[in-house]
């Protein structure tokens, strides 16, 4: 069972993710549009054809399991309408007079960056119907430390590059002055990425923590001398963590600095707690004084390490500055895309149609910001999914989100019930329902919580390996909660 056979779901799910994270975030589509189609087949190859099985199920079985389970899911048909929609847009180009050959319908101004739009979506959206019915509890946690191991492996990447004085990701030359890191060619998207992928990593880590001290309250001390050592098992998850920390600091993105440092201290406090609880009264000072020490020894480290940039970038930022960013204030890109959507309230504006038409919109003396890098982006990547989506489209992924975090919602509904209604859990911190979580998917919702205040301010899901990361986690999260079915058999 636990053969070739078992880990080929996972792995052909884990090819998108991969794919858009390796070829250049996947923002350069001429290279990403080849290769993001034999990902997409695989990873739907793995949905119709290679379910992961549950323990002693058949082959035909899991198959039958996984075909009724896409019918039964709402989700399904939200994604195959939203994608119906997106391919419409193929079939009703705008004409060069700049309206569509079929009016009151999707529509799009150029074929082709339509494309690489639509191209984020259809893998991304089959790799989470996938991840949600392809591949069962064993496999979504496997994945999950996947998607935070590949971000480490990205971090190597880019601490090579940097050392090696390359000119651009993969040695690709850029522009001069243009900030790269890893993969990614924009910081911002590279700090949203690893953010993302550190709090995930954290959460592992806890996790495994909580996993070594269950087992050493079961296992007898003859067990526990043949197998690797505690220590390892319960800390090995830091090593991507700090990886993932590092590279989100080493990006220069100012979101991802504050972000990550956040996330951090929240970690900080989550451990302490955990472990100050768990542990006999004996061991808590050394407990306190190992991880003040860790603390002191990780601020010595960023401190010392940290690039004169990253130090003018933290002097110079302060709360208003934030604020303005997060709500637009001073910028005319948030009233452009409006102004767009109000024309095209329904279907938009097709992919990438802020950039074609926001110079319709734009005054004078705004014309000469329109040619600067960063213009075909509006810095808040919800109005540009709405001016380009329209709010049909729009609706449709706020479904989906809706019902992938209300999944994790219910896991948690329950759990907290349970947590509630039993005796009093000694061995949690307050407050109960918090700790009673697991600690991966209060990581994954972190990260993606980071992920979604950012995008008020810039454009970290116009990468779409940040958008494909984020939607991933939260379907992987569901391997780690409680199912209905369970809640009632208790």
């Known amino acids: 069972m636990r053969g070739w056979r078992e880990f080929l779901p996972v792995g052909l799910v884990f090819a998108t993710p991969a794919c858009y994270a390796w070829v250049f975030g996947g923002i350069d589509a001429p290279a990403l549009w080849p290769a993001v189609l034999w990902t997409w087949a695989l990873t739907l190859e793995g949905l119709v054809f290679f379910p992961q099985r549950e323990e002693r199920e058949p082959e035909l079985d899991a198959r039958t399991r996984t075909w009724r389970a896409l ?42 960056h339509h494309r690489g739009v639509f191209l984020w979506f259809l893998p991304t959206l089959t790799a989470v119907l996938a991840v949600r ?38 040695w690709v030359p850029m522009d001069a002055g243009i900030r790269f890191f890893s993969t990614f060619g924009y910081p911002n998207m590279a700090g949203s990425f690893f953010t993302l992928t550190f709090a ?23 067990a526990r001398s043949v197998r690797t050592p505690a220590w390892i098992r319960a800390h090995f998850m830091l090593v991507p963590a700090l990886l993932n920390f590092f590279a989100a600091l080493d990006t220069l993105s100012r979101a991802a600095v504050m972000f990550a440092g956040g996330i951090a201290a929240f970690w900080f406090v989550y451990a302490l707690l955990s472990a100050f609880t768990r542990h006999a009264s004996a061991k808590r000072v050394r407990i306190v004084i190992h991880e003040l020490v860790a603390l002191s020894a990780l601020a010595f480290a960023v401190w010392t390490f940290a690039p004169a940039e990253l130090r003018k970038e933290l002097s110079r930022t302060t709360d208003v500055d934030v604020a303005d960013r997060l709500s637009g204030r001073g910028s005319y890109q948030p009233r452009v ?125 116009r990468s779409p390996a940040v958008l494909c990361a984020a939607l991933m986690l939260l379907a992987c999260a569901e391997g780690y909660l409680p199912h209905a079915e369970e809640e009632e058999e208790n």
């Open 200 to 222: 995930v990593s954290c959460g592992l880590w806890q996790q495994r923590v909580a996993d070594v001290l269950s087992e050493g309250e079961r296992r007898s001390a003859a």
């Open 133 to 170: 019915h392809a591949l069962v509890r064993r496999g979504k946690r496997l994945l999950l430390e996947m998607l935070a191991w590949n971000g480490a492996a990205m971090a190597l990447f880019g601490f090579a590059q940097q050392w090696a004085d390359a000119p651009g990701p993969w």
């Open 71 to 112: 019918a039964r899911d709402p989700m399904t048909y939200l994604i195959v309408l939203f994608l119906a929609l997106q391919a419409f847009p193929f079939f009703n180009c705008a004409r060069s007079s700049g309206a569509p050959a079929i009016p009151f319908a999707p529509f799009c101004a150029d074929v082709a």
């Open 337 to 461: 895309a409006l102004a767009l959507f109000s024309d095209h309230p329904f279907f938009g504006t097709g992919g990438w149609g802020y950039m074609h038409y926001c110079v319709s919109k734009l005054e004078p003396d705004e014309r000469a910001s329109a040619r600067c890098p960063g213009a075909a982006n509006v810095h808040n990547d919800y109005l540009q999914f709405l001016c380009e989506h329209g709010a049909v489209g729009f609706g449709l992924l706020a479904a989906i989100v809706a019902l992938l975090v209300g999944t994790i919602l219910g896991g948690w509904r329950r759990i907290a019930r349970r947590v509630r209604f039993a005796h009093r859990p000694r061995h949690l911190p307050r407050p109960y329902a918090l700790y009673a979580l697991p600690a991966p998917v209060l990581g994954v919702l972190l990260g993606v919580a980071a992920v979604a205040v950012h995008a008020f301010g810039d454009c970290p899901l």
